[in-house]
């Protein structure tokens, strides 16, 4: 049926394109519309991702050696609007033929984070670009909410959340590299609960019994409506105390928002197996993917939480860091999945693919130096404990830097056009000016305060990691 399916294109195209190329005026041109528009019928017909993805990706390539790959997309986009369906996303090449790869920019980090990043690398035995997204995506974890930083044309703000995914086959120690990341972390959440694990069962105790009051109040012949009220006003000014909870590996969406609104707007999702995917894609829900929470809190956009038997919990700006470590079949599934790609999910993330270390590996590898470990463990201390205020402090951007970024943006949108780099990843390539600000807005508060300036050298070393 596959072969059928691809003879039934081929001849399609062949037909189509003679009649565009032998005959200039309008009729044929609109009869070549219509065959195109009759590909995409065929193609939307097909149940199966993968394979959808497959035939669109024929019907591509066809186009692209007769210089229509534009008019094609075109034709596509329009009838996946009219039908209401989502966008077709091609297949992405292979993993399995040889990359040559650009090795990350080590110099572009601040130097202690270079130097552990490096050293984690060594010791794991790991290139650098299998630990580099792990790495920024703890640093981002750290410092979201604590500032946002500047548009440097407009006065848009990012805030200093990431979405990273790192791709990599089984066995090539992805677990032990994001491990050595988030050990302080860890660290940091063990402590603060240690400490206040006195006042958060305090906390407990006095809201369960407000709340048994409460339902005594308005139950049985004695029920009175106005202690209700009472109680439930003392219930809405307790302090609330909960457990710190950082970060999260396997939640449903709607589990994850009720853990935001609990820690204050925030938390992540730092996982070395990428689960999270397995849970949007509807395993727990009958198939039916709710992805809200996770489109709303990149951007910190408002989100309600619905809620049958209670009240309904206002979610103010919520932020969410997601930094997964994924084999490729699971990238493969993510990024055909069609609600991921039609609400654009996927094109929020920025990616890596590490080459293999198997093979090469040593019995030996040299240890983390202490004092490289005190050092960054200090850090990272350092960035969970950044005050938070309803106030949050803005990043500016000196001249040189908006300069610096300037030129960037031009360059991402002349690479967006038909025939630059990212021409069938516009919807992708059009957050990347975003993701850049905001790596350099983590590159500024590991070295800097939020109110000081940005300088060009931050700039040009997040655009370099950025690339």
């Known amino acids: 049926m596959e072969e059928n399916t691809s003879k039934q294109l081929d001849e399609m195209f062949k037909q189509s394109f003679i009649q565009l190329i032998e005959n200039g005026d309008f009729l044929p041109y609109d009869s070549f519309l219509v065959n195109l528009a009759n590909l995409a019928r065929i193609i939307f017909d097909t149940e199966d991702l993968q394979e959808r993805s497959r035939l669109y990706t024929y019907v591509m390539n066809n186009a692209r050696a007769v210089d229509y790959a534009e008019t094609t997309e075109k034709v596509f986009k329009a009838e996946t609007s009219r039908l209401g369906i989502p966008e077709l996303w091609e297949l992405p090449e292979s993993f399995d033929r040889p990359k040559a790869l650009e090795p990350f920019p080590m110099y572009s980090l601040p130097p202690l984070l270079r130097d552990y990043l490096k050293s984690v690398a060594d010791y794991v035995q790991v290139t650098p670009e299998m630990a580099v997204l792990p790495l920024l995506s703890v640093l981002s974890l750290c410092v979201q909410g604590k500032a946002v930083i500047k548009h440097t044309g407009n006065s848009h703000t990012e805030p200093l959340n990431l979405y990273t995914i790192t791709v ?33 069962e305090e906390y407990k105790t006095e809201r369960t019994f407000l709340e048994n009051q409460k339902n005594a109040a308005l139950k049985g012949r004695n029920a009175d409506l106005h202690k209700a009220k009472e109680i439930a006003k003392e219930i809405s000014e307790l302090e609330r105390k909960h457990e710190l909870v950082l970060n999260v590996s396997d939640a449903t969406p709607e589990a994850l928002a009720m853990e935001i609104y609990r820690q ?106 202490e004092m490289l470990q005190k050092r960054y463990n200090k850090l990272i201390k350092r960035l969970l404990r950044l005050p938070e205020s309803e106030l949050i402090p803005v990043i500016r951007c000196d001249r ?28 992708w390539a059009s957050k990347h000016f975003g993701r850049a600000l905001r790596i350099a807005g983590i590159l500024h508060i590991c070295e800097h305060e939020p109110t000081e300036q940005l300088t060009g050298s931050t700039a040009i070393n997040a655009i370099s990691i950025s690339m």
């Open 400 to 427: 040189e830097a908006e300069l610096l970024f300037s030129d960037y943006h031009e360059h991402l949108q002349k690479e967006i056009r038909d025939g630059g780099i990212f021409e069938n990843l516009k919807e």
């Open 264 to 369: 204050g707007g925030k938390i992540g999702i730092i996982d070395d197996e990428g689960s999270v995917f397995d849970v949007l894609s509807g395993i727990y829900s009958n198939g039916q993917a709710n992805i809200n929470i996770f489109l709303k809190a990149y951007d910190g956009s408002n989100y309600t939480i619905l809620r049958r038997t209670k009240d309904n919990i206002e979610l103010k700006k919520p932020l969410l860091t997601m930094g997964l470590m994924v084999q490729p079949e699971h990238f493969q599934e993510a990024v055909n999945n069609r609600q991921f790609a039609g609400r654009g999910f996927i094109h929020r993330f920025l990616f890596a693919f590490p080459e293999s270390r198997a093979g090469y590996l040593k019995m030996t590898s040299p240890d983390i130096p």
């Open 168 to 200: 990599a086959s089984p066995g090539e120690r992805k677990s032990g590299s994001l491990k050595e990341f988030m050990r302080p972390v860890e660290e940091f959440q063990d402590c603060y609960n240690k400490i206040h694990a006195t006042e958060i």
